[in-house]
């Protein structure tokens, strides 16, 4: 019996770990939804109650971070203020790729994610196109998001986004292609209130990340499949000598 009790225990476990995946993985998907058709009290209603976004290397924190993130900037710029989906503007965010890793109390969680965007303005709304901005482009990147289990409003536990990190890797004008193009988005320079739309904190010099066409590694939240939690390029070339 005792060995029956500690197989149903280990089964109870990973179909715990199974539907925190099922779970986070569902979030971030949703999150994509929610900002593809510019919905941000949707998207503030995904977060901790202490959650964060980084993005272009500034933090914005808690709700009033992320809706001035979400709603003021990206409302006002992609949608005049107004909510939902707008006559002629394309802003689709497709979620793919993810690797998630649920810590074993099962309280936290680390996602990695890629993004693809398409955005632009069909040629019948061209006068609403903002400043600064091609009319066609695409933009790609990489979340490497902090997840954790919080009570909502029943009081039930759920998953909710803690920090979410979006690492922007390249944009490019449709017509010319990234290998023409310099990333339109720039690194933070001011925080708020001073620029009514900046992040709450900058980054650290040695975490800001320099857009397009600038590269560098984004470390992974995950351990290697095969190697575990230890790789080391040399233990890629012990294994590859065997």
């Known amino acids: 019996m005792s060995n029956v ?24 998907m ?7 058709y510019n919905r941000p009290e949707e998207v503030a209603g995904l977060f901790a109650r202490d959650g964060a976004v980084v993005f272009l290397s500034g933090e914005y924190r808690g709700y009033e971070g992320v809706m001035r993130l ?32 649920v810590a074993p109390d099962r309280l936290t969680a680390k996602g990695r994610f890629r993004a693809l965007l398409a955005g632009g303005w069909h040629d019948a ?10 009319q066609q482009f695409w933009e790609a990147g990489l979340y490497e998001n902090d997840y954790v289990r919080e009570a909502n409003a029943a009081g039930e536990l759920v998953w909710k986004i803690k920090r979410l990190d979006y690492m ?8 010319g292609g990234w290998a023409h193009t310099v990333a339109h988005l720039q690194p933070a320079q001011v925080c708020y209130p001073e620029n009514p739309i900046g992040p709450d904190v900058i980054l650290p010099d040695r975490e800001v990340r320099q857009t397009w066409p600038h590269r560098q590694e984004v ?20 294994l590859k000598n065997r």
Do not use: C
């Not at 009790?5 to 539907?19: F, T, Y």
């Not at 949703?30 to 593809?36: L, N, V």
């Not at 006002?76 to 707008?86: A, I, K, S």
């Not at 709304?125 to 091609?134: A, G, I, R, Y």
């Open 168 to 175: 922007m890797q390249w944009q490019a004008d449709y017509e």
């Open 70 to 101: 979400y709603g003021t900037w990206f409302q006002n710029l992609f949608t005049g203020g107004q909510r939902g989906p707008v006559e002629g503007l394309l802003l689709d965010h497709f979620q793919m790729q993810d690797v998630i890793t």
């Open 219 to 238: 470390p992974m939240s995950f351990a290697h499949p095969v190697l575990a939690q230890a790789f080391a390029v040399g233990d890629f070339t012990r």
């Open 125 to 134: 709304v061209q006068d609403k196109l903002p400043e600064s901005m091609p």
């Open 5 to 28: 009790e500690a197989r149903l225990d280990s089964l109870e476990r990973r179909v715990a770990e199974l539907e925190d995946i099922h779970a986070i993985r569902r979030l971030h």
């Open 30 to 36: 949703a999150y994509g939804y929610y900002i593809d």
